[in-house]
């Protein structure tokens, strides 16, 4: 009997004052498409409309009509903490997390604080998180993003008990730093797919 191969689905997941068409994340959607692997990059509101409920709206106006495929989840700073909640509040296991810049928190930013605070409201489920993680899962970090210290990423990565990467001179892990590709995140998501 043949075993019948469910889809391979990633979900790009940006940040605050962000977009789909930002940093790395075209990019990555050529890379993994080329590949087979298919990408939903959904526009979340910001800064206009941020929550954290305006976002799972968005999310599940996106996916929810999409036919069933085993999920990775890209996020990138709040997306990070967005892909959280989304491996939180999921009923079965994800098969990937990948998270850039990761952090948990206000950050002392004014900017930032306020659009995302109700993402932070409530405290995080990390034994739940970790038992639907999936079996892959790994976080990169840079040593002088000039946003989120290290120490906020590591401990996400300790939370998770992941691997942190940690990217030296990375910035942000965003195009102010010139990282519009990616090709650690693609080769881990790759050998995800693999696994």
Avoid at 41 to 46: A, E, G, K, L, S
Wanted: charged share 20%; hydrophobic share 40%; proline share 9%.
């Amino acid at each position: 009997m043949t075993k019948i191969e469910t889809p391979l689905r990633a979900i790009i997941i940006h940040g605050a004052h962000g977009g789909p068409e930002t940093n790395w994340f075209p990019w990555l959607h050529q890379e993994l498409n080329a590949e087979g692997i298919e990408v939903v990059r959904p526009h979340f509101p910001t800064p206009e409309g941020q929550s954290l409920s305006a976002w799972f709206e968005v999310y599940d106006l996106a996916i929810e009509p999409l036919p069933p495929a085993s999920t990775i989840l890209v996020g990138h700073s709040l997306g990070a903490a967005f892909a959280l909640r989304l491996v939180e509040r999921s009923v079965k296991p994800v098969h990937g997390l990948f998270l850039a810049a990761g952090f948990v928190g206000a950050l002392g930013l004014p900017d930032y604080d306020p659009i995302n605070n109700s993402f932070f409201e409530t405290p995080f489920y990390w034994s739940s998180i970790r038992e639907r993680k999936g079996r892959a899962f790994r976080c990169w970090a840079s040593d002088d993003d000039p946003y989120v210290p290290l120490s906020r990423s590591q401990d996400v990565a300790t939370s998770l008990e992941s691997p942190l990467e940690i990217v030296p001179g990375g910035g942000h892990l965003s195009s102010e730093t010139r990282f519009d590709t990616f090709p650690e995140m693609r080769d881990a998501i790759l050998a995800a797919q693999a696994g």
